[in-house]
């Protein structure tokens, strides 16, 4: 009986997880509009902005992050897959959140981890909200043309659909 119990608790627990971050997924910018362009400091202090980050006819992976993220260090292997395999056609953006962190740890744990990609700091949270983020990560696609294709909780499958 208790097994069914924890199996039941687990499945509640899993819709709802699924369910906040569709509802995540569902605010600001949706796929098909126009990406809103920003720019923040790296973290080694210099400007840097979507319309870098899309220089070279290339699509970008804004990717909202924390450090103190469970399910962003989970990713993270992805994350860096994905920029070492799509290295030609894809710029990865990490969008550091500055709710409940720093940026001493941002830059800490991008040198521990040894992040391939950019990543900003949002000292404000202005780009978090402006791209309404309710949740972590969350992952918007910008194609060259600088429009919105993909926006979620989870990775975008199929990369290479996406990145034609």
Do not use: H
Request: with cysteine.
């Amino acid at each position: 009986m208790k097994r069914v119990k924890k199996g039941l608790f687990l499945l509640l627990w899993l819709v709802m997880l699924f369910t906040v971050g569709i509802a995540a997924a569902e605010e600001g910018p949706l796929e098909g509009d126009q990406a809103q362009g920003f720019t923040l400091k790296t973290l080694e202090g210099k400007p840097y902005g979507l319309k870098d980050a899309l220089s070279g006819n290339r699509s970008v992976l804004l990717y909202f992050c924390a450090t103190w993220c469970k399910d962003c260090k989970t990713v993270l292997p992805q994350v860096i897959g994905l920029t070492r395999k799509y290295a030609d056609r894809l710029n990865v953006l990490g969008v550091n959140t500055a709710d409940r962190d720093s940026l001493s740890k941002a830059i800490e744990y991008k040198k521990k981890n040894s992040l391939p990609y950019t990543v900003v700091f949002d000292e404000k949270d202005e780009i978090t909200e402006n791209y309404m983020v309710m949740g972590f990560p969350m992952f918007a696609l910008v194609n060259p043309q600088g429009m919105i294709v993909y926006r979620g909780a989870i990775l975008p499958q199929n990369m290479e659909k996406w990145l034609k």
